[in-house]
């Protein structure tokens, strides 16, 4: 009912049309990934950009986040005290204390303190830091690249069947043929020659110290990290990291302590009974709560917006400011923030089933 | 199954939509729209106003010559001396006032929440805030232009040296756009790094993240008189001599209230008038015991050549003689000018903020 009242009173209100999205954004964004709007471009297209920056930021802090959590959620339980202490000291600061704060902290005392670009921190002249970010070597392909790649997927292939037929040989036969060295070996082999007849196809882009206009310097070419995205990601990344350490530590210690005991009494190493007795187990009972703690990240990425990296809010934000239509583009920035959301939990809910016990 | 869930989903949506929709557009302000409240009182903000007893005005805190929160906690500028002119005029009363500190993002909807009555906050006069946000612009208090801010030891001497530069710009602004469209047709390009604010901006352009700073010159006169003399001071900016854009700033009121909207804008306007006819807070009551004309009569609410009192003020709902109280407590266009913008150091002569007597635009209509 309430539903419907409140569909007629927008419909009254004609303020649910899309039809402005068409228009020209006007303004520009500082900072783009696989995007290339410009201002005069549609407010539509200025949105997608703000998608795909929301984007950018949510898989590398995903992945970023869960290794970091990961690690410290072990340490915590190390049996080493500097280790164990120092984990503890870095979850109960961080996630005691508001990621704004630390998002506008890691922006104002730690990226915007590096050199100006004349006077860039250079690592062998392929690397730059400086206040204007963090420059990385990249490579760019070239028309044959794609060629090259299917030599590679060639290769693949006959370096597994090499493999899968010297691992058979070892079973029937007995002893070690160094299966995998071979296999690598012949694939290795393989990509070099290829590369080499393909006529390198790919070429190493090394940013450099460019000067424009009026002694205006850039470090051009390679990969571009902002101070914005760097410390929305670091941001991020170090927050939800202590939540997910403490679910890894919970997921452990939820096992019986026997499984250790009786992987050691195998005679297993600290590091076998991790990777191959404790973490498999613990998996089952961490990935729902890191499910949450996935989503939290996604969400927590609008507060990019305090430092100006422009993410989903900020460009939303902005198309109000010029054009007015808050409600149809809060809905839009609902919506966004949903289907990320449901793509993520759809995700780590098949991941889930994919890992619990069958038959229970 | 999960088909209906998905639905409900997609409907719950909709619902948080509609309420956004009837929250912010104040269009259609009926008795019965969902949030009542004090939405029935909103045809009637003079009313309101008198009632409470004291204006509640959106302001900004961070912009000297406009809004700029003093170290004691008041508030000055000229935005603010217009609040405190608007509480003169209402209850005789200049400190009648409560201040709110409106950001660049949230002022607009500020003011359509009924939170603030009037918002005096550097807002540009554009048609699309005009049309398109429901509010209304009521008059212009100062004519300004967007300019661009380089450290003065740089080699930027116009905008077409700033090819590859890096420019901060405040969000939510109109600079945005206009920077866009001053570069494009310069045929430069540049990077527009967005910040929240001017504090932000201010650690940026010092940390030499961006090598220009964008924004209204009245702000950019005043970011640059209170530079820290750590960094250098006002002296180590300069402003580039181009001005990309056409920035009339005054006061706001909501769309649909012409009574308010009336007595904002003629509260304005009479400043502008005392300032063409003479009349400042040093004169005022001797003119208005003795008005020597006619204009200045119908302006202060005096009787002249023994005829009756003009109903200016009376015909806005206000007192006879509001405009006395105006310019006693707060002073005539001129005054408010040389005590809060030119001390940041845009002088008034020769501006476009010089009053048309002298080839400016400050114009009042006339009052008759």
């Not at chain 1, 200025?46 to 898989?59: C, D, H, K, Q, S």
């Not at chain 1, 690592?123 to 030599?151: E, N």
């Not at chain 2, 308010?260 to 400042?280: C, H, I, P, R, S």
């Not at chain 2, 501006?351 to 008759?368: E, F, M, Q, R």
């Amino acid at each position: 009912m309430f539903v419907f009242y409140m569909a007629n009173k927008a419909r009254e209100l004609d303020d649910l049309g899309f039809d402005f999205l068409s228009g020209s954004g006007d303004f520009p964004l500082s900072t783009q990934w696989l995007t290339n709007y410009d201002a005069n471009d549609s407010l539509l297209g200025a949105y997608g950009a703000g998608i795909f920056n929301t984007v950018r930021l949510v898989i590398i802090g995903i992945v970023l986040a869960t290794v970091l959590g990961v690690l410290a959620g072990v340490a915590r339980l190390s049996s080493n005290w500097l280790v164990s202490r120092l984990a503890t000291v870095y979850v109960e600061t961080i996630r005691n204390t508001p990621l704004l704060i630390q998002i506008v902290i890691w922006y104002t005392v730690v990226f915007l303190q590096f050199p100006r670009v004349e006077n860039a921190i250079e690592f062998g002249g392929i690397f730059y830091l400086s206040v204007k970010g963090l420059a990385l070597p990249s490579l760019t392909i070239d028309g044959s690249f794609g060629l090259w790649v299917i030599f590679l997927i060639v290769g693949a292939v006959v370096a597994f069947a090499l493999q899968w037929w010297l691992h058979r040989k070892e079973e029937v036969e007995g002893g070690s043929r160094h299966a995998v060295m071979w296999a690598f070996l012949l694939f290795a082999g393989v990509a070099v020659v290829t590369y080499l007849v393909t006529g390198t196809p790919l070429e190493p882009d090394t940013p450099s110290v460019g000067i424009t206009g009026a002694n205006i310097y850039n470090v051009n070419g390679g990969i571009q990290v902002e101070p914005e995205f760097a410390a929305v990601l670091l941001g991020l990344v170090i927050y939800t990291g202590a939540f997910i350490a403490e679910i890894v530590r919970g997921g452990i210690q939820a096992l019986p302590k026997g499984q250790n005991e009786a992987a050691a009494a195998l005679g297993l190493s600290a590091y076998q009974r991790l990777t191959l007795i404790i973490l498999p187990q613990a998996l089952r009972i961490i990935i729902p709560p890191l499910t949450n703690q996935f989503l939290n990240l996604t969400k927590n990425s609008s507060l990019a917006v305090v430092i100006g990296y422009p993410e989903i809010i900020f460009v939303g934000n902005t198309m109000i400011n010029k054009i007015g239509h808050a409600a149809p583009i809060y809905l839009m920035i609902f919506g966004t923030y949903l289907v990320l959301s449901l793509v993520i939990s759809v995700a780590m809910n098949s991941f889930n089933r994919s890992v619990q016990l069958a038959g229970r | 199954m999960r088909l209906s869930r998905l639905m409900m989903m997609m409907l719950a949506m909709l619902a948080i939509g509609m309420i956004a929709a009837a929250c912010s557009s104040d269009e259609d302000e009926e008795v019965d729209s969902g949030d009542a409240g004090e939405v029935v009182a909103s045809s009637d903000t003079l009313k309101t106003v008198l009632d409470r007893g004291k204006v509640i005005v959106g302001v900004k805190d961070s912009q000297p010559g406009f809004g700029n929160l003093n170290p004691d906690g008041t508030f000055a500028g000229q935005d603010v001396e217009y609040a405190h002119a608007i509480a003169a005029a209402l209850f005789g009363d200049k400190s009648k006032v409560e201040f709110v500190v409106a950001s660049a993002a949230t002022r607009f909807e500020l003011l359509s929440a009924e939170e603030i009555d009037v918002l005096i906050r550097t807002t540009t006069w554009t048609s699309s805030r005009d049309i398109d946000l429901s509010s209304s612009f009521t008059a212009t208090t100062f004519y300004d232009g967007q300019g661009i801010i380089v450290n003065a030891d740089s080699a930027i001497n116009s905008i077409n040296d700033l090819e590859g530069a890096t420019i901060c710009v405040t969000t939510g602004t109109t600079t945005e756009v206009n920077l866009a469209n001053g570069l494009a047709a310069a045929g430069v390009n540049y990077t527009a790094l967005t910040l929240a604010g001017d504090a932000e901006i201010n650690e940026a352009f010092i940390a030499g993240r961006c090598e220009a700073w964008t924004g209204d010159k009245g702000n950019l006169a005043g970011q640059r008189s209170s530079f820290p003399a750590a960094e250098g001071g006002p002296e180590s900016l300069r402003v580039l001599p181009e001005t990309l854009s056409k920035e009339p700033l005054g006061p706001v009121v909501r769309d649909g209230d012409t009574d308010w909207y009336d007595v904002v804008q003629w509260v304005v306007f009479g400043t502008m008038a005392a300032d063409e006819l003479g009349v400042n807070s040093g004169n005022v009551v001797a003119m208005a015991a003795n008005p020597p004309t006619k204009d200045i009569a119908n302006l202060l609410g005096a009787s002249f050549g023994g005829a009756e009192p003009s109903n200016f003020g009376t015909s806005l709902g206000l007192s006879p003689t509001f405009m006395q109280s105006v310019i006693g407590q707060v002073g005539n266009y001129d005054e408010i000018y040389e005590r809060t913008i030119a001390p940041i150091g845009l002088a008034r002569e020769g501006s476009l903020n010089a009053s048309w007597l002298d080839g400016g635009l400050i114009y009042s209509p006339p009052i008759k």
